[in-house]
């Protein structure tokens, strides 16, 4: 192995014993106060970039959460859209049927058939959005709710629900005579 330089200066005196001791001493005190004072400025600029980076990340991640929500809401409305243009009933009638609409009272002209259809529940009315104009259309019910699970906002009109249901008449069997008078 070969000896350290210090070792060699010493065996060709050009050094001794009490001025290698000296410089050892002041070698480990200079290493000693460059590890306790290791440039805290490098250390806090470091900590401010560590930071920034995370705000960055942080930021980044909450505008693509917005965009992801901006684009399923987008995808809704083109859903919603769809399935109104692909369902919607012809309301060619004459009669005026009314309904509320944001507490609002609102018309649409139905035939008889399709106000029979409304108050038993298989047709429904809902706002078809075009740009700024909203138009009111028939759909049948299912289709009613599939939209109403993705906005139930568009969905303004659909007849009450029956609770009992529809009850057959159990006289149906039975002929009522002409000539009676109540």
Same mark, same amino acid.
């Not at 901006?70 to 409305?77: F, G, V, W």
């Not at 243009?85 to 018309?107: L, Y």
């Given at each position: ?8 200066? !010493?065996?060709?005196? /050009?050094?001794?014993? +009490?001025?290698?001791?000296?410089? %050892?001493? *002041?070698?480990?005190? &200079?290493? #000693? ?25 942080? !930021?980044?991640?909450? /505008?693509?959460?917005? +965009?992801?929500?901006?684009?399923? %809401?987008? *995808?809704?409305?083109? &859903?919603? #859209? ?39 529940? %298989?047709? *429904?009315?809902?706002? &078809? ?54």
């Amino acid at each position: 192995m070969p000896a350290s330089l210090q070792d060699q200066l !010493k065996k060709s005196g /050009l050094i001794d014993d +009490k001025k290698a001791k000296q410089l %050892k001493r *002041a070698k480990h005190k &200079q290493e #000693k106060l460059a590890r306790k004072t290791k440039n805290p400025a490098a250390d806090q600029h470091k900590l401010e970039l560590d930071r920034a980076k995370s705000e960055k990340i942080a !930021k980044d991640r909450q /505008l693509n959460m917005e +965009k992801n929500k901006q684009a399923e %809401k987008h *995808a809704l409305a083109a &859903q919603i #859209k769809q399935l109104i243009e692909m369902n919607i009933v012809a309301n060619d009638g004459d009669q005026k049927f009314s309904f509320t609409d944001a507490n609002i009272i609102r018309h649409i002209y139905v035939n008889q058939t399709q106000i029979d259809q409304l108050s038993r529940g %298989k047709l *429904a009315i809902v706002t &078809q959005k075009d740009g700024q104009k909203h138009n009111h259309v028939l759909v049948p019910m299912g289709v009613a709710n599939k939209i109403e699970q993705r906005d139930a906002k568009v969905v303004v009109f659909t007849a009450p629900q029956n609770t009992v249901g529809e009850e057959e008449d159990p006289y149906a069997d039975f002929q009522i005579p002409d000539d009676l008078t109540w």
